[in-house]
């Protein structure tokens, strides 16, 4: 029988094949890199290209369903060797902007994404003419735009531009604010709690939760260890009010039916945010922000699935691509025991966990 706080995804009866688990389907992460490195994150393939402003730029020429724009030449040390940004087209006009888009078309893109951020005066800001016409022309292309903006009065403008996706929770809610995403339900948030909590909260890197010794080189645990949580007073102080924010603005946009799903910057700017795992953490940095766990299964699953557009994932049901979790707890009594991994199920075949944890750790299993 079906778990009915769900009605989705927790699942009590036994199916033909396995033994009488939690199952549930696969979660999407919708805002992660695809490769990490000990400072971030760079993409698989990069290739230097002209944009449409004249200048270099890089383009992954395979993950380029999601392509930066950011604006003049004082972003591009962002994309230099070593840097995240590898796939800008710098803009400096509403003409350049449109024509960076018309690039992308033939590309098949889905997602172009955008920054309006000045990474603390590192960098200028896009205004409300540039996006208004990246947002503008990607729309009459049938293609969407995602967007790096956590200021609250840029949401706002944002919102009134018509962006489709926030690849951050904004630092910030308001009354306004909540109201204007009532005026634009299609639009969604990405929640990436887990950078700003961590700073306060990693109560999985003392002791390392085993999921982590199996999938994440010791070095880079040790770093984080000395990282996180912060211990200078002033530094967790200013933490600790940043994660409540974040907190209290999640729980009022989820609770005002704003649609959110996840994205955990796994391998993003911050480093050490150690791919598979920080899933995990980001769904119990949901629950402790007030988020009632089935709805935090829902944004994890079916709503991800559905921001970036992959019909095959996000729920079990006939037609759909066979990827799910067999659990050995309901993680609707503990959001933690989605880490209670009994078997893992990729388009119908099971995962050898045990001969992936040999080859990760050199360690077979008993």
């Known amino acids: 029988m079906a778990d009915k706080r769900s009605g989705l995804f927790v699942c009590w009866r036994r199916l033909s094949s396995l033994p009488a688990h939690r199952m549930r389907p696969r979660k999407v992460n919708v805002h992660g890199c695809r490769r990490i490195s000990s400072s971030g994150c760079r993409p698989a393939t990069s290739t230097a290209r002209p944009s449409s402003t004249g200048t270099q730029a890089r383009v992954d020429a395979i993950a380029a369903r999601v392509t930066i724009i950011v604006d003049t030449k004082e972003s591009m040390v962002e994309v230099r060797d070593g840097e995240q940004l590898k796939a800008a087209f710098p803009v400096t006009t509403p003409e350049g902007a449109r024509a960076s888009v018309q690039e992308l078309v033939p590309r098949r893109v889905k997602l172009i994404k955008t920054w309006v951020d000045d990474r603390g005066g590192a960098v200028k800001k896009l205004t409300p ?37 926030f690849a951050h929770m904004i630092g910030d809610v308001d009354a306004e604010l909540v109201s204007l995403f009532k005026e634009h339900p299609n639009t969604a948030v990405l929640s990436a709690l887990g950078g700003p909590h961590r700073a306060v909260y990693a109560p999985w890197l003392n002791p390392v939760h085993p999921l982590i010794l199996e999938t994440v080189q010791p070095d880079q645990i040790k770093r984080l260890q000395g ?12 933490s600790t009010d ?30 050490d945010q150690f791919i598979g795992w920080t899933m995990h953490a980001e769904l119990e940095n949901m629950v402790m922000a007030g988020m009632p766990p089935a709805r935090v299964l829902v944004a994890a699953t079916r709503t991800s699935a559905e921001i970036l557009g992959q019909d095959d994932l996000g729920t079990v049901a006939a037609g759909k691509s066979a990827d799910f979790v067999v659990l050995d707890a309901n993680p609707l009594d503990d959001i933690t025991n989605t880490r209670r991994i009994a078997a893992v199920y990729l388009r119908g075949t099971e995962v050898d966990r045990a001969a992936l944890r040999a080859r990760w750790t050199g360690v077979t299993s008993q």
């Open 242 to 271: 940043a994660w409540d924010r974040l907190a209290r603005g999640i729980a009022r946009l989820s609770a005002a039916g704003v649609k959110i799903g996840i994205g955990t910057d796994g391998g993003g700017q911050q480093g």
């Open 227 to 238: 990282r996180f949580p912060q211990r200078n007073p002033a530094q967790l102080k200013r």
């Open 129 to 165: 003419e540039l996006y208004g016409a990246i947002i503008d022309e990607a729309h009459r292309n049938a293609l969407r735009v995602a967007v790096h903006a956590t200021g609250l009065e840029d949401a706002k403008q944002l919102l009134r531009a018509g962006i489709d996706v």
